[in-house]
């Protein structure tokens, strides 16, 4: 089993930045596909970014595009988001997730992410 756990969320004015933290444990997920996915009350939960397990394949959702890096050090087991230029729009519970099955091109849709995290709350104030 894979256990993934979020930090780094916060309340930040429009236009600043935060640095989301996955912490992974119970296995190595250095050969996983990684993603970063989100929700806002009343909408479903959608995606944001992933990474192939050597980071050298990276994806993301048209509207963060340029404002949003997602990274990962295998060594420490740790996926990253950095997200820049934060729009309110932005305010959601943000998750990682693991997609085992596709290290190389890891999946755009919740459906097919394996393990999941429980979430951190990020809130951009207009």
């Known amino acids: 089993q894979v256990q993934l756990v979020e930090s780094g969320g916060g309340l930040v004015q429009a236009g600043g930045s935060l640095r989301l933290s996955c912490a992974a444990s119970g296995r190595t997920v250095s050969n996983y596909g990684m993603g970063w996915f989100r929700q806002a009350p009343g909408k479903e939960r959608e995606f944001v970014a992933a990474?192939?397990?050597?980071?050298?394949?990276?994806y993301y959702l048209d509207s963060v595009k340029g404002r949003f890096t997602i990274s990962r050090d295998n060594t420490k087991n740790t996926l990253y988001l950095q997200m820049n230029s934060l729009k309110p729009e932005d305010t959601a519970v943000y998750y990682c997730?693991?997609?085992?099955?596709?290290?190389?091109?890891?999946?755009?849709?919740?459906?097919?992410?394996?393990?999941w995290g429980q979430g951190t709350q990020v809130t951009v104030s207009s």
């Open positions: 997730a693991a997609d085992q099955s596709r290290p190389g091109t890891p999946s755009t849709r919740r459906g097919e992410y394996d393990y």
């Open positions: 990474i192939s397990w050597n980071g050298g394949n990276t």
